[in-house]
Structures are given as C-alpha cells and as structure tokens.
C-alpha cells in the first residue's frame, strides 16, 4: 500500500444526468469515499479466520463490509452486503458504487482476463479507446455530459496489475478477484471495480435491492503469470466443497483424483460425455500466448489408460490433423498460443 491509502474502500460517484445512461458513463460531478462515520465489529478473532467488519450509511442505501484473512489462504476476501436504494434519474444524473485499490507500484501493467486468454492494456486512462467519443455528434449533441475518456474495461475472473517496488529487487503486484462484477478501471497504480450503477433508461431501477458481493485481492512478488491468475480466479469463483461422511469400507486409496492438468499453462475448459456415443469429450486452452503440449492425467474411471484419442472441432467432428494421444493414462495434444482444443477419447 502507498503511504495513506486505503485498501478496499468503497467510493460513491455521481454522474451528470446524460443520453443512454445504460450504456455510457457520464461526466463525474461528485466522488464521496466512504472512508468515515462507519460502525466497527469483530465477527471472527480465531487462529483459523480474522474478520473486520464494516457498517456504512450513505444517501438511502447501507453497506456492510467485511475484510477478512483465512490461515494459508494468499489473499485479502471482502464480502459486501449492500441495501442498494440509490435512484437516478433525469434531474440528479447516475449514481454509481466502485472500490478501489491503490498499490504502491511504480510502471503499472495491467492485464485483464478475457474468454480463454487475458489482454494487457494501459494503465492511463487516456490511451483507452472510447467507443462514447464516437458517438458524440451522431446520437447526442457534442456538447452532452458524458465521459469521452471513462477508461472502463471488461474482465472475468480477475484482473492484475503488476510494476516495481521500492521494498524489492523483483517486479510485485496484485491480482483483483471477483465472481460478479466486470468493470474495471485502471488508473496508474490504481484498480478499481465497478460494483452498482443507477441508470434510469430504459430501466428506470436496474440495481435496487439488496445484493451480495464478492472481491479479494490476491498480492505477488516476482515475474506474474496468466497461468496462476487464471487459477488464483477459478479458486475464488468455484471453492472446493468439503462434505462429512461416515466411515465406509472400500477398496479405494485416502487420495485418488480422476483428473490432473501437468501443464501449469493449460486449463481445463470443459469435460463431458460425447454428444454421440459413450466416448469422453476433453476441452483444454492455453492462457499465456505460448505454443505447448498440454498433459492432462486421467483416472481409468474415465478413460482407459491407452485409450484412442482424435482432436476434433467444437462439434466434435474429428480435424484431418491429430496431435492427441494417451499413453499410460495421460493425454498429450499440441496446443497454440491462446487457442483451444477439443480431444475425443474412446
């Protein structure tokens, strides 16, 4: 963190009422942090969790946040739980709800996870392309109140933002997890997140209600990859489940897994039975812009361990080329930079 700021504090904008509000980001009139007036407690002190929590009021609507640490979990977990009452209209403008995370980086680089893949772009807002300044003398008048310059881009999963530290020799940063929410905005070493937004048209309430929010943000020293950001993201967006069961006698091992990625650059994008017939369809991608062959272990309750193995299209349909194959149990196929592939096993 920078000396004096802030990690995580939720900030309210208004913006100036304006044309297609649904769709466009208007002029910021006003920016209030919520950085005051809240009511404090404590609802986890133990050797496993630790937990703040954080009650604000502001306008009509009221917040609850709450920043917590788990043991052996990398990251900072926040748990919003907002009464969104907040209503814009023709007359006030657009009221708007971000968090923000200044990081005590010099030279940012941001990346942003996109489908299969993840995009760098600038961390100064005024290199981001706007589609709005194309439209100001088409659909409105050159003179409405909108932002020509709202630096508001899309992500998934995550997004990174990654420069020097004074406090090392290696590149550090951090990784913006959310499960929800996908505007982003970059400012120097500053990320943020846009969580609620009022617009009036053609919605007249589009977020009034109560909704529940999850973000963390995940720190790293030394050379960032997509690879671990990309797994850091699912982590946070599919938790691992633990059920209680009774003893039960068997034959299986303590540990046994049906499938295993050996290529930390490849993921799993889907696995399913073939659309026409018994065989098992195996869908990988490759996130960091690099030609691989992938490995992917699989359990005989999936596959036999030399089973037949063919690439196909996405209708699975096998391609004349095939690079597939499984040999004692693990499936190798060639992969490019940034592409998919599909493999039918028999």
């Given at each position: ?39 404090l407690?404590f ?28 043991a ?21 403008g ?12 010099r ?29 100001l003398?088409q ?9 020509p310059?709202?630096?508001?881009v899309?992500?998934?999963?995550w ?8 406090g090392?020799?290696?590149p ?58 990309t ?44 659309e ?41 349909r096998?391609?004349?080329t ?25």
């Amino acid at each position: 963190m920078p000396p004096g700021g802030r990690l995580g504090v939720l900030e309210y904008y208004l913006e100036a009422p304006h044309p297609m509000t649904a769709w466009i980001i208007g002029q910021i009139v006003k920016v209030a942090p919520l950085t005051s007036g809240a009511t404090l407690e404590f609802p986890h002190a133990g050797p496993h969790m630790v937990a703040i929590r954080a009650h604000h009021k502001f306008g009509d609507s009221k917040f609850a946040l709450t920043i917590t640490l788990a043991a052996g979990v990398p990251r900072v977990d926040f748990n919003l739980e907002a009464d969104w009452l907040e209503r814009g209209t023709p007359e006030t403008g657009v009221p708007m709800l971000r968090v923000a995370f200044p990081l005590a980086i010099r030279q940012a680089i941001a990346s942003f996870e996109c489908a299969n893949g993840h995009v760098t772009r600038s961390t100064n807002p005024k290199d981001i392309p706007s589609f709005t300044a194309k439209l100001l003398g088409q659909y409105f008048s050159n003179n409405a109140a909108v932002d020509p310059v709202p630096a508001e881009v899309p992500a998934q999963k995550w997004m990174d933002l990654t420069g020097a530290h004074d406090g090392t020799a290696e590149p550090a940063g951090a990784t913006l997890l959310n499960d929800t929410k996908y505007g982003h905005s970059v400012n120097g070493s500053t990320a943020r997140l846009t969580l609620l937004r009022s617009s009036y048209d053609p919605d007249p309430l589009p977020e009034l209600g109560h909704h529940t929010i999850r973000f963390a943000l995940q720190p790293h020293v030394g050379a960032w990859n997509a690879s671990e950001a990309t797994r850091a993201g699912y982590a946070f967006n599919l938790p691992f489940n633990v059920v209680g069961t009774g003893m039960q006698a068997g034959k299986l091992p303590a540990r046994k897994g049906c499938a295993e990625i050996l290529t930390p650059n490849i993921m799993l994008s889907g696995m399913k039975k073939a659309e026409d017939g018994g065989a098992l369809i195996v869908r990988l991608y490759e996130t960091e812009g690099r030609a691989t062959t992938a490995r992917v272990k699989l359990d005989e309750c999936l596959a036999a361990p030399d089973a037949a193995a063919v690439e196909t299209d996405v209708m699975e349909r096998p391609l004349k080329t095939n690079t597939a194959k499984m040999a004692k149990g693990t499936l190798s196929v060639k992969v490019l930079p940034f592409s998919m592939v599909t493999v039918r096993i028999r």
